[in-house]
């Protein structure tokens, strides 16, 4: 399988990556990689460094059409500029970093059954250990998202809350 990742810059300023494989073969990565990930991608963002929008075409998987994903809102800009400064994105695993991390942003939005898995504080956000392991190991769906109930799958019985407390470490 193809490593790299075909870069060009557009016209209009754009960056437009081509991506050998569809999202849902892209590869795990280490939670540890992950948390440095998501302290990167804030400090980006704190930084205001919101970077050009990005264009992401991921080869076609069966019958299905390529997935197309444009990265245009200034936050998730900030933050995948970020990345690509620290792991880069012209590389399968930078790549999954970033759409890892957007992805957990997402589904921490929209699935209230993980609310016990993390805190937001005026100091930062916490997320538990168990988590960043759950989302640095499930695949992404063929939208680069995270299905919900495979995520709910890798975590613990126990929610946090109930077992203690959640890691001591903040992150802002």
Same mark, same amino acid.
């Given at each position: %399988?193809?490593?790299? +990742?075909?870069?060009?810059?557009?016209?209009?300023? !754009? +960056?437009?990556?081509?991506?050998?494989?569809?999202?849902?073969?892209?590869?795990?990565?280490?939670?540890?990689?992950?948390?440095?990930?998501?302290?990167?991608?804030?400090?980006?963002?704190?930084?205001?460094?919101?970077?050009?929008?990005?264009?992401?075409?991921?080869?076609?998987?069966?019958?299905?059409? $390529?997935?197309? +994903? /444009? +990265? !245009?809102? $200034?936050?998730?800009?900030?933050?995948?500029?970020?990345?690509?400064?620290?792991?880069?994105?012209?590389?399968? %695993?930078?790549?999954?970093?970033?759409?890892?991390?957007?992805?957990?942003?997402?589904?921490?939005?929209? !699935?209230?059954?993980?609310?016990?898995?993390?805190?937001?504080?005026?100091?930062?956000?916490?997320? @538990? $250990?168990?988590?960043?392991?759950?989302?640095?190991?499930?695949?992404?769906? $063929?939208?680069?998202?995270?299905?919900? !109930? =495979?995520? %709910?799958?890798?975590?613990?019985?126990? =929610?946090? @809350?109930? /077992?203690?407390?959640?890691?001591?470490?903040? @992150?802002?």
């Amino acid at each position: %399988m193809p490593r790299s +990742i075909s870069v060009a810059h557009t016209a209009t300023g !754009a +960056i437009a990556y081509l991506v050998p494989v569809p999202p849902e073969r892209l590869p795990a990565v280490s939670p540890g990689d992950l948390l440095r990930a998501w302290n990167v991608a804030r400090h980006g963002a704190v930084e205001r460094r919101w970077g050009a929008p990005r264009f992401l075409r991921f080869a076609q998987q069966g019958e299905r059409e $390529p997935t197309e +994903i /444009a +990265i !245009a809102d $200034p936050d998730a800009g900030a933050w995948t500029e970020a990345i690509d400064r620290v792991f880069g994105l012209e590389n399968l %695993m930078g790549l999954s970093l970033c759409l890892r991390l957007l992805a957990l942003i997402e589904v921490l939005t929209r !699935a209230a059954r993980l609310e016990p898995f993390f805190d937001v504080t005026p100091a930062g956000v916490d997320l @538990h $250990p168990s988590l960043l392991a759950a989302a640095a190991a499930s695949p992404l769906d $063929p939208a680069a998202r995270f299905d919900e !109930a =495979v995520l %709910m799958e890798r975590l613990p019985f126990r =929610v946090p @809350h109930e /077992a203690g407390a959640l890691s001591p470490t903040r @992150h802002p």
